[in-house]
């Protein structure tokens, strides 16, 4: 199940294609520029939350064969 952090990543992804998008059609530099910066950026906060459920669920499977 994805986190808090997987989640906003993917939308700030999606939110920077719109703003990519929009930035190219109407030839405003800056839009596209803050798109892919903000794409970046989302891509960034997804791979952070990914690494912490990853480790969140290797601390679960630690503690599920403790107490076996």
């Known amino acids: ?3 808090r952090d997987e989640i906003k990543g993917k939308f700030e ?3 920077g294609k719109v ?3 929009v ?3 109407t ?3 800056r839009l596209r520029d803050e798109g892919v ?3 970046a950026e989302g891509e960034a906060r997804e791979g952070y939350g990914q690494v912490k459920r990853n480790i ?3 601390i679960e499977e630690v503690g599920e ?3 076996r």
């Open 19 to 21: 703003k990519e998008g």
């Open 56 to 58: 969140g669920e290797a």
């Open 37 to 39: 910066a903000d794409q």
């Open 13 to 15: 992804q999606a939110q």
């Open 27 to 29: 030839a405003d530099e």
């Open 65 to 67: 064969r403790i107490k």
């Open 1 to 3: 199940v994805m986190n």
């Open 23 to 25: 930035g190219r059609a």
